[in-house]
C-alpha cells in the first residue's frame, strides 16, 4: 500500500500550480538578458522535484521489510522546498494585487514572498538539525487534599512519543534523553505511549539504552496507537498480535511495568496512591481498546473504584480519553497523556502558545483542569513528545518535552 492515489494527485496539481505561477513571476522580472537562463534553471529544478515526489508516492510504506525512514526523509525535503513556494506564491499574489489597486508597478510582493520563503526554508531545516535534539523540561506542580501526607513532594517525571524507529540504529539522542531523565531525580518515570513507528523491531537498537531509566519507584508504560503493529501489512494476513506481544515482552525486559488496563499501588510507609494505565482509546481509525472500569474495577462493576478517596493517576496516550470518559465516570486527580505532538509544530511567546493541532485536539498540549461529578479536581497534562513521526522534525517551539510534576497536600 502507498500514499492514497487522491493525494498524491492533489499534491502535484497543486505543486504544478505553483510552479507555473512562479515561472511565468521569473519571466516577469527577471532581467531581458538573463530571463532565459533563469527559467531553465528553475524548469530543470522543478523537474527534479517532480521526479523526487513521484519516487516517494510510490514507495512501499507499509511492508514489514522496508524502512519508512527514505519516505520520511524524502517527503519533508520535498515539502521544504514547495511549502515556501506556496508561501512565495501568495504573498507574491497578494502584491499584485495591491499593484492592481494602485496602479503602479512594483516588485515589493516578489521581494517580500521571497524573503519569507527562504526564512521558511531555514526554519523547516532548523527543525531538523537543532529542535529536535533540543530537550525542553517543563515543571508543573500540582496540590490535593486527596493526597497523602507521606506523599507530599512526590515527583512524577513524564515523556511520551519516543518513536524511536525515527532514529534508525542511532541511539545517541535516546542516550541522552535517558540521562535527561535520569537527572530529574524523579520517585517515579511515566511514559505515556509509541514507543515505535510500526513494529517491535524498531526497539532493538535502544534496548540498552532504555534499560538505563532508573526511578525509586519505578517506570511504567503504557502502549500508544503506534505500538499495536497497525502500520504494517502483514505477510499472509498475518495477526499483528504477535508483534505487539513481543513488544510488551521487550517493554517489561527492560526493567518497565507496563500498564495495559492495569493498576499498581505506589506505597510510602502506611500510605498509597493509584497509578492506574490503560491501552490505547482511540477515534477511528484507531482500535479502541482502552478499558477504564477494567483497568480499576470495584467488586460490583458499577465504577465506584473510580470515584474512591485514593489519589489516583492515570495514564492515557489518547487526551481524548480524558476528556470523553475519565471526566464522565471517575473523579481521577491526574491523567498524563500525550499523542499529538503539537503536529511537531508549535508557536510560543511569553504564556501564549499555538499549534495547528488545536484544530484537532482541543487538549494538545500543556496543563487542562476539570471538576468531577463529586466536585473533585481532575488534572489532564498533555506532554508533546519527544520523538517525530511523519517528518524527521520539530519546528518552531515544539521541542522535545520532558515534564516534571511535583506533588504537594493542599494546606
Known amino acids: 500500500m502507498r500514499i492514497p492515489i487522491m493525494t498524491a494527485v492533489l499534491l502535484m496539481l497543486m505543486s504544478l500550480a505553483v510552479d507555473v505561477y512562479i515561472f511565468f513571476d521569473i519571466r516577469s522580472f527577471a532581467a531581458r ?29 507499509r511492508s514489514p521489510e522496508a524502512s519508512i525512514l527514505p519516505v520520511m526523509w524524502m517527503l519533508f525535503t520535498y515539502l521544504s522546498i514547495y511549502i515556501p513556494k506556496f508561501i512565495y506564491a501568495l504573498i507574491s499574489i497578494v502584491g499584485r494585487i ?3 489597486i494602485r496602479r503602479k508597478r512594483s516588485r515589493g510582493g516578489a521581494v517580500t514572498g521571497a524573503v ?7 526554519v523547516m531545516w532548523w527543525g531538523v538539525i537543532f529542535t529536535r535534539r533540543d530537550i525542553e523540561v517543563n515543571n508543573v506542580e500540582l496540590y490535593s487534599d486527596k493526597l497523602p501526607a507521606s506523599f507530599d513532594g512526590f515527583r512524577v517525571t ?40 510500526r513494529q517491535s ?29 497497525g502500520y504494517v501489512d502483514w505477510p499472509g494476513g498475518g495477526d499483528a498480535n504477535e508483534d505487539v506481544a513481543k513488544l510488551a515482552a521487550k517493554i517489561e525486559g527492560m526493567g518497565w511495568k507496563l500498564l495495559a488496563n492495569k493498576t499498581h499501588f505506589i506505597r510510602s510507609g502506611n500510605d498509597s496512591i493509584v497509578m ?44 481524548q480519553h ?27 511567546a511569553g504564556d501564549w502558545k499555538w499549534s495547528p493541532s488545536v484544530y484537532r485536539y482541543p487538549e494538545w498540549g500543556g496543563l487542562y483542569k476539570a471538576t468531577a461529578k463529586d466536585g473533585n479536581p481532575m488534572n489532564l497534562y498533555v506532554n508533546i513528545g519527544v520523538g517525530e513521526v511523519g517528518f524527521p522534525a520539530r519546528i518552531g517551539a515544539a521541542r522535545p518535552e520532558i515534564t516534571n510534576i511535583v506533588l504537594h497536600t493542599k494546606k
Open 116 to 122: 519569507v520563503a527562504v526564512l521558511t526554508f531555514c
Open 33 to 61: 538578458a538573463r530571463r532565459h537562463l533563469y527559467c531553465w534553471i528553475y524548469g530543470v529544478s522543478c523537474v527534479l522535484c517532480w521526479a523526487l515526489a513521484i519516487v516517494t508516492l510510490n514507495m512501499p510504506i
Open 98 to 100: 495591491v499593484n492592481a
Open 201 to 229: 523491531s524498531e526497539l532493538d537498537p535502544f534496548i540498552p539504552v532504555l534499560k538505563r531509566l532508573h526511578a525509586p519507584h519505578g517506570v511504567y508504560a503504557i502502549f500508544g496507537n503506534h505500538d499495536y503493529a
Open 158 to 197: 513524564q515523556f511520551s512519543d519516543a518513536h524511536v524507529g525515527t532514529w534508525g540504529n542511532d541511539t545517541t539522542f535516546i542516550s541522552q534523553l535517558v540521562d535527561s531523565l535520569n537527572a530529574q531525580e524523579a520517585d517515579v518515570i511515566v511514559f505515556t505511549g509509541d514507543i515505535v513507528n
Open 276 to 319: 492506574i494505565g490503560v491501552e490505547n482509546w482511540g477515534e477511528p481509525p484507531f482500535n479502541t481498546l482502552g478499558d477504564l472500569g477494567k483497568s480499576y474495577p470495584d467488586s460490583l462493576g458499577r465504577h465506584r473504584g473510580l470515584n474512591d478517596d485514593m489519589y489516583k493517576i492515570l495514564l492515557t496516550h489518547n487526551p
Open 322 to 348: 480524558w476528556k470523553m470518559v475519565a471526566t464522565d465516570i471517575s473523579n481521577i486527580d491526574l491523567s498524563l497523556s500525550g499523542h499529538t505532538h503539537a503536529m511537531q509544530m508549535m508557536l510560543e
